[in-house]
């Protein structure tokens, strides 16, 4: 068995719904994500001979993912009043509407299902939430 892993980090607001805590108000991370991929044997000709797959292609695909949610609001769609929403998006702000609720475990998941999408063979995603928190998704 062989594996690559490639890291990307992102910038974003969120909070968590029903959440007693610092976390139900709003607030920041760098969210910093590890994408894995596992595959039994090597590419047996061209340019990924020999290779799991293009190292390019798996960092730019995860890189592009995380650039999606670069410096937006995360919200968990349902979790704040639609005039809430216009009023934020009037002010310019970027926000990314989610349809799960925005904790990192979730987070992990959504980019393992992103990448899993593109064909790429994905067999786990971390998603620190800070430098010493992790959560991860290691599919079905
Ligand atoms: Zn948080």
């Given amino acids: 068995m062989y594996g690559l892993k490639t890291e990307s980090s992102f910038d974003s607001a969120h909070f968590l719904t029903d959440y007693h805590g610092k976390c139900e108000n709003l607030h ?3 969210w910093r994500v590890v994408a ?42 349902g979790s704040l009043r639609p005039q809430t929403i ?7 702000f970027s926000l990314t509407m989610l349809p799960f609720r925005t904790t990192a475990e979730n987070l992990a998941r959504y980019f393992y299902h992103r ?26």
């Fill in 28 to 30: 920041g991370h760098r």
């Fill in 86 to 92: 216009a009023c934020l998006a009037d002010e310019g």
């Fill in 115 to 140: 990448l899993a999408e593109q064909n790429l063979p994905v067999s786990q995603v971390d998603v620190y939430e800070t430098p010493l928190n992790c959560a991860t998704y290691y599919g079905e």
């Fill in 36 to 77: 894995y991929i596992r595959q039994a044997n090597l590419g047996a000709q061209g340019t990924e001979k020999d290779m799991v797959i293009d190292f390019g292609k798996f960092k730019r695909a995860l890189r592009a993912l995380t650039e999606e949610l670069d410096h937006t609001f995360l919200v968990e769609e």
